[in-house]
């Protein structure tokens, strides 16, 4: 059994538990197997782009996926190999897709037989893996999961959850299943994007399920952040001290520190975008759903959302949700909303 392995239905690796086995570059980040061969990464946004070129200055060759030609220079200049040709990439070992939403990676792995694009199903060579770290659907992670076996190549689901400033400083939490042997030939590149990576077993589904379901925790979180700051802040007081006192005692996790601040200082720059979350929340109710569970308090927040949206707020960050509970409650007029 490999170090990465394990009998639990939940266990977590820590890249700094690790002993080193190589290296390919002088950097201390990659004690890890060094990278076999160059990687294909599809999905280059504000998260795609900071993993990609965290990988690649770690000694990976890293050829980059891109649509539009005025992406090519800047990612040049983070060491990718920019393509505009998806062939490119199909004798990688590994391709990694940073996607929106379920269209999004079916599309990339069906093609578009129509227009004579191939997929990655039809395209990528017999053992090759598809590492898919993108925040989709359990229906829509088995059907490209089915897909990959049927051409005997391997898919893994690794999505994360963490900003892009935690992707460019590689602390990111992965949550990861496949299989054992497509897992550990992922390690490495796990292990230099995140700061922990837990392995929840074969089935890649349930990693798309786990984070759904930990998205809406922290999105329950911030619609409860946004209304008990606007109830500090109708009765005039400064909502920052209660913040304090409740992330210095009850509520210590890193979402009620880092957003609880930023709704009490009407910070709602972009960042994770509202129609983003607004599909996550819409998966996660789908699952529910399916599973004969209620989620009332996510249905709240998918009505916030959509009154957000509404009121023309779709380009900034779910911290919005505390300025919806704001306007909710009479508090006007509000600064200036800072967009960047």
Not at 163 to 173: E, G, V
Not at 177 to 195: E, H, K, S, T, Y
Not at 221 to 228: D, F, S, T
Request: hydrophobic residues 45%; neutral net charge; proline residues 5%.
């Amino acid at each position: 059994m490999s170090k990465h392995q394990t009998n639990s239905r939940l266990a977590s690796v820590n890249a700094s538990d690790t002993p080193p086995r190589g290296r390919r570059s002088d950097s201390e980040l990659t004690g890890h197997e060094p990278f076999i061969g160059e990687i294909g990464f599809v999905g280059l946004g504000h998260m795609g782009t900071a993993m990609a070129a965290n990988l690649a200055s770690a000694g990976a060759g890293v050829i980059g996926y891109v649509r539009r030609r005025d992406q090519i220079a800047k990612l040049k200049a983070l060491g990718l190999r920019p393509t505009m040709d998806i062939d490119e990439l199909l004798n990688c070992e590994i391709v990694i897709t940073m996607l929106p939403d379920d269209d999004a990676v079916r599309e990339v792995v069906f093609g578009h037989k129509d227009i004579g694009l191939k997929g990655l199903g039809a395209g990528l060579k017999p053992g090759a893996i598809h590492l898919s770290m993108s925040t989709i659907s359990t229906a829509a992670a088995s059907c490209v999961a089915g897909e990959h076996a049927r051409n005997r190549q391997g898919y893994v689901a690794a999505p994360v959850f963490g900003n892009p400033d935690a992707a460019k400083a590689r602390q990111l939490f992965i949550v990861a299943a496949g299989a054992a042997a497509d897992l550990q030939r992922c390690q490495p590149i796990l292990d230099n994007l995140g700061q922990r990576t837990f392995l929840i077993g074969v089935e890649p589904q349930e990693a798309n399920l786990i984070k759904l379901l930990g998205n809406m925790m922290s999105a329950t979180a911030l619609e409860m952040l946004g209304e008990v700051v606007a109830v500090l802040r109708k009765r005039g007081l400064d909502p920052l001290p209660f913040i304090d006192i409740m992330t210095s005692t009850m509520f210590g996790g890193r979402a009620h520190k880092i957003y609880g601040d930023k709704i009490s200082k009407q910070n709602y720059a972009a960042g994770f975008v509202l129609p983003l979350v607004l599909k996550d929340v819409r998966l996660a109710l789908a699952e529910s759903e399916k599973a004969g569970v209620p989620m009332p308090s996510v249905s709240v927040v998918r009505d916030r959302l959509i009154t957000a949206i509404a009121r023309g707020y779709g380009e900034l960050d779910w911290t919005a949700l505390g300025l919806i509970a704001a306007e909710e409650a009479g508090l006007h007029p509000l600064p200036a909303v800072p967009t960047s």
